[in-house]
T-cell receptor, first 113, second 110 residues
Framework: DADVTQTPRNRITKTGKRIMLECSQTKGHDRMYWYRQDPGLGLRLIYYSFDVKDINKGEISDGYSVSRQAQAKFSLSLESAIPNQTALYFC????????????FGPGTRLTVL | GEDVEQSLFLSVREGDSSVINCTYTDSSSTYLYWYKQEPGAGLQLLTYIFSNMDMKQDQRLTVLLNKKDKHLSLRIADTQTGDSAIYFCAESGGSYIPTFGRGTSLIVHP
């Protein structure tokens, strides 16, 4: 079974709709991240959390919110989706010890019409 | 803020060596990483190097770090078609938040 899972894997929605993307991990890591990937732009950090009660904005947090319900779960919400939020979204985890290498989920492809 | 730069494309012939280069600006970088992304998948860590090291070798992969010039490279020996993917360079410093480059698309042709 995958260590980092994301649901849904694909989603098509309309402008103005509220969308939630879920991430779960079984690695026991304390740190979790949400990124978006756009062609030619690489990965950009949206939000990150170092613990259950810790939420931090990343480079491009406007239009997004997150919730860390438990150590294993980190969800990303788009309160009112807009077309330029069409992208590939990745969740990642890392451990606070060691080299802080990140483990990524398979991604969610979101299309906002 | 910190910046990580890498070329967008590299094309090599099967069996040749591939060298993907990366430069970064954060002088407090502690760890530098190489990730691989295959089509339709998330990023997967290939290798990382601690900033006090010059070189790290792992089977066909060789990482070279020139800390003075803030230059990192990934060499893949005997490149195969299965190595075709996007390769991301990343660095993390005191904040432990990695900064990623835009990725280099490696195309391996027969």
């Amino acid at each position: 079974d995958a260590d980092v899972t994301q649901t849904p894997r694909n989603r098509i929605t309309k402008t103005g709709k509220r969308i939630m993307l879920e991430c779960s991990q079984t690695k026991g890591h304390d740190r979790m991240y949400w990124y978006r990937q756009d062609p030619g732009l690489g990965l950009r950090l949206i939000y990150y959390s170092f613990d259950v009660k810790d939420i931090n904005k990343g480079e491009i947090s406007d239009g997004y919110s997150v919730s860390r319900q438990a150590q294993a779960k980190f969800s990303l919400s788009l309160e009112s989706a807009i077309p330029n939020q069409t992208a590939l979204y990745f969740c990642a985890t890392s451990d606070s010890s060691g080299a802080n290498e990140q483990f990524f989920g398979p991604g969610t492809r979101l299309t906002v019409l | 803020g910190e910046d990580v730069e890498q070329s967008l494309f590299l094309s090599v012939r099967e069996g040749d060596s591939s060298v993907i280069n990366c430069t970064y600006t954060d002088s407090s970088s502690t760890y530098l990483y190489w990730y691989k992304q295959e089509p339709g998948a998330g990023l997967q860590l290939l290798t990382y190097i601690f900033s006090n090291m010059d070189m790290k070798q792992d089977q066909r992969l060789t990482v070279l770090l020139n800390k003075k010039d803030k230059h990192l490279s990934l060499r893949i020996a005997d490149t195969q078609t299965g190595d075709s993917a996007i390769y991301f360079c990343a660095e993390s410093g005191g904040s432990y938040i990695p900064t990623f480059g835009r990725g280099t698309s490696l195309i391996v042709h027969p």
